[in-house]
C-alpha cells in the first residue's frame, strides 16, 4: 500500500493519506513535511478522507507542523477529515487547531 500520494490543485501539495495515522507512519515523514510547508509557505493540504485510526503521537506532530505552518504565514488543512480523524481531534480537543474542508478547491484557496 502507498500510504501517501500527492497531487497538485492552485499550486498547492495534497498529500492524500491512505492508512493510519500512527507514529512508526509519519515519524519517518515529518522531515519532508516540515520542508514541504517551509517551500510552500505554510500552504499544505491532507486529504484524510481515508484515515481510520490516528494515535496521540501523530496528533502532537500534526500540531508541531501547523505551528510551523502558521510561522510561515499559512496553515495546515485537513481535507474530507474522515470521521476516525475528527473524534480522534476531539478526544484531545484539538479539532478547533485545524480548519476543515470538504471543497478540494476552497481547501486550496490561500489567500
Sequence with gaps: MNF???????????????SRLIADILLP?????????????????????????VDATSLGLLVFLQQIARQEGGELRLLHPSP???T??????LQHTFAFYY???VATRYE
Design 88 to 93: 480522534g481531534l476531539e478526544r484531545v480537543r
Design 103 to 105: 471543497d478540494d478547491d
Design 29 to 53: 515523514l515529518r522531515h519532508s513535511w516540515y520542508e514541504c510547508i517551509k517551500q510552500y509557505h505554510g500552504r499544505l493540504v491532507l486529504d484524510c478522507s481515508q484515515v481510520s485510526h
Design 84 to 86: 476516525e480523524m475528527v
Design 4 to 18: 501517501m500520494t500527492t497531487r497538485w490543485l492552485n499550486d498547492i501539495p495534497i498529500l492524500s493519506c491512505e
